[in-house]
């Protein structure tokens, strides 16, 4: 590892979870150009052997992948297990898998709800309860959930993504607390409207333009934008920084009126 470059990933290990597209393989190949090896997971393995494929190309990394459901708790435990087993290690998790089905609240389904708090919440917790004891045996990690805009401020129809996304949050204090005795800094990115696959799927013309006008930038982020945050709150560039919530929003929650 160069010391000289506090942004340097080598003989780290990075666990990215919804790494096979969108932020989730920006941020991956992000930590793959500094050092890291990585592994990644979703629950499609053609998307994932792509991937892999894109994270690693023209780098001397490890890039690794398995298929998850991280709706089953003893999935997400076992790639936990089989990242360790691989890779050594975990140094740095990235809490991204995630999904939305916007519902009013008088319209939320049952069935909708708990796989949505599944996806979001719970499997954030299954994971980096799985990958805390490691770090903290080597005194050194990094946990990065990755919440939204809506996880600050509401939003219409978005009521489990809004709870589970704000429950990040408080998820990120109470175990930065838990963890800064042993080096491991837990912090959140509030990312705002990427040009991802989950909002342009859900999203009409007229809404996309309509988020696009309430950011300060007057426009949708690229995914390359969200390495630069992730690669500060994953390295020793960010080693004071804990407990917190970076919004990467292009000025959305800027504009609060």
């Known amino acids: 590892m160069n010391k000289s470059n506090r942004f340097d990933l080598t003989g780290r290990v990075a666990l990215v979870t919804g790494g096979s597209k969108g932020l989730g393989k920006a941020m991956a190949r992000g930590f793959a150009e500094h050092g890291a090896d990585i592994m990644i997971c979703s629950r499609k393995e053609g998307e994932l052997k792509n991937a892999v494929s894109e994270i690693g190309d023209g780098l001397d990394v490890r890039v690794e992948y398995k298929v998850t459901d991280m709706v089953n708790r003893d999935a997400v435990k076992e790639l936990a297990n089989e990242t360790i087993s691989r890779l050594g290690k975990i140094d740095i998790l990235v809490n991204n898998a995630g999904s939305n089905v916007p519902q009013p609240i008088d319209e939320v389904k049952d069935e909708d709800w708990d796989r949505i708090l599944e996806l979001n919440l719970s499997s954030v917790m299954v994971l980096s309860r799985a990958v805390s004891p490691g770090m903290k045996e080597r005194k050194w990690g990094r946990i990065i959930h990755i919440s939204s805009v809506l996880g600050v401020g509401g939003k219409e129809a978005r009521n489990s993504y809004c709870a589970t996304k704000s429950a990040l949050v408080g998820l990120s204090q109470a175990s930065a607390l838990d963890l800064g ?9 509030a990312p705002g409207p990427f040009l991802t696959d989950l909002p342009m799927n859900i999203l009409s013309d007229e809404q996309k333009r ?11 982020g690229d995914p390359k934008e969200i390495v630069g945050p992730a690669l500060l709150l994953a390295s020793e560039a960010g080693s004071y920084i804990t407990g917190s919530t970076l919004l990467v929003d292009g000025g959305t929650f800027a504009r609060r009126l």
Do not use: K, Y
């Not at 005795?181 to 990115?189: D, H, Y």
């Open 181 to 189: 005795p042993f080096n491991i800094t837990v912090n959140c990115i």
């Open 210 to 220: 309509a988020f696009a006008g309430r950011t300060a930038l007057g426009r949708w």
